[in-house]
C-alpha cells in the first residue's frame, strides 16, 4: 500500500523529490507474477517555451507539432492561482488506481469529481482550451471543493495524447506540476493485455480475435503489433478520438492492419 505521508508530499506544493518509490505493484490487480515496483517521477511540462521536443508520442508523428507554448493566460482562474495544482499522469495499470483510492482518505483534499477527468484529450486536445472551457471544467470537477483545498486530477490517458502537452501548457502554464507514474515497460504491458483479455464484455477484447488471455496469446498480440507498426505505421495520424481521423487516412490504415492479423492467423 502506498504510504499517505508519501502522497501528501507528491500532492502538495512541497513535491521537491526527483523520484517517489513506492510499495505498489501497480494497477488495479496485484499480480502474483509480476512484483515490479512502479517508480513516482515529479516534474514541471517544461522549463520556458525553448524546451526542446518531449517525447510523449512515437517522433515519426511529430512534424514540428510541439516545442513549447505561449501561456494563454488561462491558469489563474476562479478566485485561486491555479486551477489545478497537480495533474497525474499515469500509464494504464501502473498504480494510478490504487493512488486514487488512497487521495479519497485524506481530509481537505480535493480530488476531481471524475476518476479520470480526461480534460486535455479527445476532442479538447485537438485547439486551444478557452476560458469558457477551462471555467466548465474548474466547475465540475472542483466546484463541492473549498477554494484553499489541493486539487488534482488523474487521467492515464494524457500519457499517450499528442496534442496533451500543448494543450496542458497552454492553459495552465509551463510551470504546472505533474505527477507522471511510471512501470517497467514489458510488465505493464502484459499486465494491460491481461485485463482487457479478461474483464471486458463478451469473454475479453481478445475473444473474438482467438487470442487466448495467456502468455502464449500475449506472445501473439506482441508479434501482430511488430509487424503493424513495421508495415502500417504505429498510428494513422496524430492521437485523435477515431471519428476524427478522415477516412481516407483511417480506412487504408485499418486495412493494412487487418492484413498483417490476418497473416499471423487471426481475423481471417
Known amino acids: 500500500m502506498i504510504r499517505k505521508d508519501v502522497i501528501i508530499k507528491s500532492l502538495l506544493s512541497t513535491l521537491r ?120 471544467y474548474e466547475r465540475k470537477q472542483w466546484g463541492r471543493c473549498e477554494p484553499q483545498w489541493p486539487r488534482f486530477e488523474t487521467s492515464p490517458n494524457y500519457f499517450v495524447q499528442e496534442y496533451t502537452p500543448l494543450r496542458i501548457c497552454e492553459a495552465l502554464g509551463p510551470q504546472q506540476k505533474l505527477l507522471v507514474i511510471l512501470r517497467e515497460p514489458g510488465a505493464r504491458s502484459f499486465s494491460e493485455f491481461a485485463h482487457h483479455a479478461t474483464v471486458s464484455s463478451a469473454g475479453g477484447r481478445y475473444h473474438n480475435a482467438g487470442i487466448p488471455p495467456t502468455p502464449s496469446g500475449f506472445d501473439t498480440l506482441v508479434e501482430i503489433e511488430v509487424a503493424i507498426v513495421r508495415h502500417c505505421g504505429a498510428t494513422p495520424g496524430p492521437y485523435f478520438s477515431p471519428e476524427q481521423i478522415l477516412n481516407s487516412t483511417l480506412a487504408p490504415w485499418e486495412q493494412c492492419c487487418l492484413k498483417q492479423a490476418a497473416r499471423h492467423g487471426f481475423y481471417s
Open 17 to 136: 523529490q526527483t523520484a517517489i518509490t513506492t510499495n505498489e505493484s501497480g494497477g488495479m490487480r496485484s499480480s502474483t507474477v509480476l512484483q515490479e515496483r512502479p517508480t513516482m517521477s515529479t516534474l514541471p511540462l517544461l522549463e520556458s517555451s525553448n524546451a526542446s521536443t518531449l517525447g510523449f508520442f512515437p517522433m515519426g508523428n511529430l512534424s514540428g507539432l510541439f516545442v513549447g507554448c505561449e501561456t494563454t493566460g488561462l491558469s489563474a482562474c476562479c478566485g485561486r492561482s491555479a486551477v489545478v495544482d497537480l495533474i497525474t499522469i499515469g500509464v494504464m495499470k501502473g498504480g494510478t488506481t490504487s493512488l486514487e483510492g488512497n487521495i479519497q482518505d485524506l481530509p481537505n483534499y480535493c480530488r476531481s469529481a471524475s476518476p479520470e477527468a480526461h480534460f486535455f484529450d479527445d476532442q479538447l486536445s485537438a485547439d486551444p482550451v478557452s476560458g469558457t472551457q477551462l471555467g466548465e
